[in-house]
C-alpha cells in the first residue's frame, strides 16, 4: 500500500488514490547521489561544491491537518542495538 497513515492532501499521478508527497529519509547508501554530485562537480560551468551539498542530518518531522504525527530520529547516532 502506497503510503502510511499520514495523508497530507495529494493524490497519485492518476488522481484515483491518496499519496504522500517527498522523501523522508537519506541513507548513506544512496550512491547514485553521491555519482550525480560528482557529475555535477566535475562540470566547469557550475559552482557545485560537494561538501556542502547536503545538510547535516536532522531528526524529520511529518504533519497531517491535526499536527504533528511522527518524528524520525537520526538512526546514524544512535548506538546499534541487536535483538
Given at each position: 500500500?502506497?503510503?502510511?497513515?499520514?495523508?497530507?492532501?495529494?493524490?497519485?499521478?492518476?488522481?484515483?488514490?491518496?499519496?504522500?508527497?517527498?522523501?523522508?529519509?537519506?541513507?548513506?547508501?544512496?550512491?547514485?547521489?553521491?555519482?550525480?554530485?560528482?557529475?555535477?562537480?566535475?562540470?566547469?560551468?557550475?559552482?557545485?561544491?560537494?561538501?556542502?551539498?547536503?545538510?547535516?542530518?536532522?531528526?524529520?518531522?511529518?504533519?497531517?491537518?491535526d499536527?504533528?504525527e511522527?518524528?524520525?530520529?537520526?538512526?546514524?547516532?544512535?548506538?546499534?542495538?541487536?535483538?
Open positions: 500500500r502506497v503510503g502510511g497513515l499520514v495523508r497530507d492532501g495529494f493524490t497519485s499521478l492518476s488522481g484515483k488514490r491518496p499519496a504522500e508527497a517527498g522523501q523522508h529519509g537519506f541513507w548513506n547508501n544512496y550512491h547514485n547521489i553521491y555519482r550525480l554530485f560528482d557529475q555535477l562537480a566535475a562540470d566547469e560551468n557550475l559552482d557545485f561544491d560537494t561538501k556542502t551539498a547536503l545538510t547535516p542530518y536532522a531528526e524529520q518531522g511529518q504533519y497531517s491537518p499536527g504533528l511522527a518524528v524520525w530520529p537520526v538512526y546514524q547516532d544512535q548506538a546499534l542495538q541487536l535483538p
